[in-house]
Each structure stands twice: as structure tokens, then as C-alpha cells.
T-cell receptor, first 113, second 114 residues
Framework: GDSVTQMEGPVTLSEEAFLTINCTYTATGYPSLFWYVQYPGEGLQLLLKATKADDKGSNKGFEATYRKETTSFHLEKGSVQVSDSAVYFCALSDRSNDYKLSFGAGTTVTVRA | EAQVTQNPRYLITVTGKKLTVTCSQNMNHEYMSWYRQDPGLGLRQIYYSMNVEVTDKGDVPEGYKVSRKEKRNFPLILESPSPNQTSLYFC?????????????FGNGTRLTVT
């Protein structure tokens, strides 16, 4: 079945540091890929998405590129802020069942001032 | 304000005592779903509904029931809760299917079963 593997956390950074969270996937079809973010005490929110190979999703300074050849969708941000402290989830939906999202385990990121 | 509302936010109960977690959305979304979040496992889908009176099992449906009698509501029912159902539960909804219909999540219900 479809699955998503994320780098394990927690990740602790200083403000203005570079952040990267690795995500790789296994899918039988041609999935759409997502990053969701969960701030403390809240539900998940869509951060960015990509629907085909080489697409780059971007939002709030975060970027991720859909790499079909390496089945990866790594999340990056060049200069993090304390407000970026959250749990980040990589997810995919297979075209055969767009209603079903498969999530990674989540990566907790803490940014210190 | 467009939102998904879950109640209660926190719930402590005992084994075997039936409970219901409510979920309501005000966005006229067709699709609704329940997830549970456990450390190291991410989110796992329990049940989903593509429209009124249409529900289907997700990855971990055992021990749960759902109903979709109205478009806006999708309650999660635990007929006989057990300690392994202690978890953080999220309800989510979307307008349709596919990457152009992102999920909107509620703020979660933290359930403890003793």
C-alpha cells in the first residue's frame, strides 16, 4: 500500500537557520504530495502541495519539489522563525482514491530565539 | 468563519462507557473524515464519508462507528471504549476530492480511556 516516511525528530534550530525535513514515499500510482503543519493545540493546516513531477509547492517561505526519480518531497525553509515551531506532516493521495490521504509520522520542529 | 468544530476538546472516560465525539462543518463540504493521531504513527484514517448516508472504512475502523445523516455533521461513536483507543482525534472536511480540495481540520479531541 501507499506509505510516507519522514525523518524523525525532534528538530531544534536557532532563528534564521536553514530547515530541511526529508520525506520519501511509496505509491502504486502517481500521487499528489502535500505538507501539512500543526501548530500547538490546533488541527492540521495545508502548507503546500504538488501534483506532478518537478512541481514546486511553496508557501510562507517553505518550498518542496516533487521528485519522481527519487520518490521524495523534502521540505525546506531558508531562514526559520520562532513562529515556525510546529509539527510538520508529509502526506500523499493516490489518484485512484483522492479521498484517502496517507500521512507520515510527523516531525516536531522547535525554533529558539 | 469557515471552520470544523469538534466537541469535546478533552474527554476522560472508563472502559466500556459509550461516548460520542461530535463534528460539524459550516462550509457545505461533501467529504468528511475522522483520523486518530498517535506518537510515531502520524495520522491514521478511521472512517470517511463522501456524502450524506455514504460512509466507508479507513485504515483503523475497528471499535468505531460513524453516521452521516446531515451534510454538516459527522459524529464518531465509540460503543465500548477500550484503553487502546486513548488518542488524539481529528475530524476533517473538504469540498470534493483531489489535490485541489485540501482538508480542513478541527482542533482535535483528546480522549483518555482508563
Amino acid at each position: 500500500g501507499d506509505s510516507v516516511t519522514q525523518m524523525e525528530g525532534p528538530v531544534t534550530l536557532s532563528e534564521e537557520a536553514f530547515l530541511t525535513i526529508n520525506c520519501t514515499y511509496t505509491a502504486t500510482g502517481y500521487p499528489s504530495l502535500f505538507w501539512y503543519v500543526q501548530y500547538p493545540g490546533e488541527g492540521l493546516q495545508l502548507l503546500l502541495k504538488a501534483t506532478k513531477a518537478d512541481d514546486k509547492g511553496s508557501n510562507k517561505g517553505f518550498e518542496a519539489t516533487y521528485r519522481k526519480e527519487t520518490t521524495s518531497f523534502h521540505l525546506e525553509k531558508g531562514s526559520v522563525q520562532v513562529s515556525d515551531s510546529a509539527v510538520y506532516f508529509c502526506a500523499l493521495s493516490d489518484r485512484s482514491n483522492d479521498y484517502k490521504l496517507s500521512f507520515g509520522a510527523g516531525t516536531t520542529v522547535t525554533v529558539r530565539a | 468563519e469557515a471552520q470544523v468544530t469538534q466537541n469535546p476538546r478533552y474527554l476522560i472516560t472508563v472502559t466500556g462507557k459509550k461516548l460520542t465525539v461530535t463534528c460539524s462543518q459550516n462550509m457545505n463540504h461533501e467529504y468528511m473524515s475522522w483520523y486518530r493521531q498517535d506518537p510515531g504513527l502520524g495520522l491514521r484514517q478511521i472512517y470517511y464519508s463522501m456524502n450524506v448516508e455514504v460512509t466507508d472504512k479507513g485504515d483503523v475502523p475497528e471499535g468505531y462507528k460513524v453516521s452521516r445523516k446531515e451534510k454538516r455533521n459527522f459524529p464518531l461513536i465509540l460503543e465500548s471504549p477500550s484503553p487502546n483507543q486513548t488518542s488524539l482525534y481529528f475530524c476533517a472536511s473538504s469540498l470534493g476530492q483531489g489535490a485541489n480540495s485540501p482538508l480542513h481540520f478541527g482542533n482535535g479531541t483528546r480522549l483518555t480511556v482508563t
